[in-house]
Nanobody, 127 residues
Framework: QVQLVESGGGLVQAGGSLTLSCAASGGTSSNYAMGWFRQAPGKEREFVTS????????YYRDSVKGRFTISRDNAKNTVYLQMNSLKPEDTAVYYC????????????????????WGKGTLVTVSS
């Protein structure tokens, strides 16, 4: 079973940028659709973005479209999340997720799917 480790979180001012990374081990990441979820304090974990196995298609929740970009490098077994124009409401723990289903299904079904999860990385956006 693949294991996932996130990195790159931190404190940033509103309008700033961060890039998160998710390194996969114990398996071949190209066997999985990958994505990012986030969980703000006191709120339910929510879908942010997903990417197909070969990186040809991506899906985003409306609130991050045009600001966040997901990408993957299967040679490095790594998925990235470039976050620009960050807002205080983006503050959350960001979790990397892998599924044997599809990236589109991640977008449609959100948490109603079986995932392998990373432990998360905290992103704090100050106003």
């Amino acid at each position: 079973q693949v294991q996932l480790v996130e990195s790159g979180g931190g404190l940033v001012q509103a309008g700033g940028s961060l890039t998160l990374s998710c390194a996969a081990s114990g398996g071949t990441s190209s066997n999985y659709a990958m994505g990012w979820f986030r969980q703000a304090p006191g709120k339910e974990r929510e879908f942010v973005t997903s990417i197909t196995r070969m990186g040809s298609n991506t899906y985003y929740r409306d609130s991050v479209k045009g600001r966040f970009t997901i990408s993957r490098d299967n040679a490095k077994n790594t998925v990235y999340l470039q976050m620009n124009s960050l807002k205080p409401e983006d503050t959350a723990v960001y979790y990397c997720a892998a599924t044997e289903s599809t990236a589109q299904t991640m977008y449609v079904r959100g948490l109603r799917l079986i995932y392998t999860w990373g432990k998360g990385t905290l992103v704090t956006v100050s106003s």
